[in-house]
Each structure stands twice: as C-alpha cells, then as structure tokens.
C-alpha cells in the first residue's frame, strides 16, 4: 500500500509517521504533484504548526485543488481537516482561546469506536462553524464537529490529532477504525 503524507508544517510529524499503518512518502505541502499523488492509495495531510487556513489558503491552492479532485481516500488532521472544510465549501471560525489538551468529545457514529464519549488530544484555534454540504458528522464537542466523513466519497477529517499522547487518548483508535475502514483490513 502506498501512502502520501503531505506535511502542512506539523511539529508532530515522527508521531504522524508513527501512527500511520506501513510506511508513506512525506512531501512539503508546497511541494505536491497532483499527478504523482493519484499514484498513491492513501493521502494523509497533517496539521499546521505556522499556517491558517483561513488567513494562508492561497499557501495551499496545490493542496486544495487535490482534496477536491482525487477520488483517492484521505484523512485530514487539525489543519489538513480545515483545509477538506474549506475545499468543499464549509465554513471555519476562530476561537476566542486556543483548545490545547485532552478533551472529552461525543461519538455519534458508533463505526468508529464503540462508547458514546472518547478523549481525544487538541491543539487548535480554529472550528468548524458550518459543514459542507455532503459531510456527516462522526464525533462532536460543544464546539461543534470534531470529526466529519464524505458521504460519498472516501474522505475523513478529525479535528484533532489521533498521533500525539497515543497512550492517554482514543484518537488513535478512531484514526485505526477509519483507516481499516477505508482498506477491509
């Protein structure tokens, strides 16, 4: 299995490397062929330790372009789940303070674990303030969506970060569930 992982500037990359099943290829978001990533399975894009989506999307017009035209399956984590929001046409807002922790979420799809409640770890300062069309949500916080799918198409967001405190967390399990999903494994 071939997986890209495309690094927006994360400072959890080893700890992404680590949580993702096999081995991938890391390239820079800055550094994306579209045409070289329809050769891949799977696309895993990352979270942002210096970018914006809101305020950097023109940054990311390689990246974008791919999330809304691939048929390939991806996940998106933190920033790479904001950026799948805003290529589809969601809307995202800033928080007043920045999420940084474990934090308890409430599962709604029971596909992707097994109990109604799951602590999973964030560090962010940006929600999701409206869905796009064709997105359910699986996981959610008083906040709003935590974790969204496709409805038709292969694509997964989280909001938070499945690879930091693997140990102290469900994320890892939430992130095991979609990917197994995603590949019958």
Not at 98 to 104: L, Q
Not at 124 to 135: A, V
Request: overall charge negative; charged content about 25%; aromatic content about 10%.
């Amino acid at each position: 299995m071939r997986i890209l992982l495309i690094d927006n500037g994360t400072k959890l990359l080893k700890k992404l490397q680590e949580l993702i099943p096999g081995s991938e290829v890391t390239v820079k978001w800055n550094n994306i062929d579209i045409g070289e990533a329809e050769s891949f399975d799977l696309i895993v894009l990352s979270g942002s330790s210096t970018s914006s989506v809101l305020f950097d999307h023109k940054d990311f017009v390689q990246e974008i372009e791919l999330i809304k035209s691939t048929k390939k399956p991806i996940i998106g984590i933190c920033f790479g789940c904001e950026l799948i929001v805003y290529a589809f046409g969601g809307k995202l807002k800033a928080l007043d303070q920045p999420h940084s922790g474990v934090r308890e979420i409430e599962v709604t799809n029971k596909d992707y674990s097994n109990n109604d409640k799951i602590s999973v770890y964030e560090h962010h300062g940006y929600i999701i303030d409206e869905l796009p069309i064709g997105f359910s949500v699986l996981a959610k916080s008083p906040d709003g969506p935590e974790a969204i799918k496709h409805d038709s198409l292969p694509i997964f967001g989280l909001q938070f970060h499945p690879e930091n405190f693997v140990h102290n967390n469900d994320g890892k399990e939430v992130f095991t569930k979609i990917f197994n999903q995603l590949f019958s494994l």
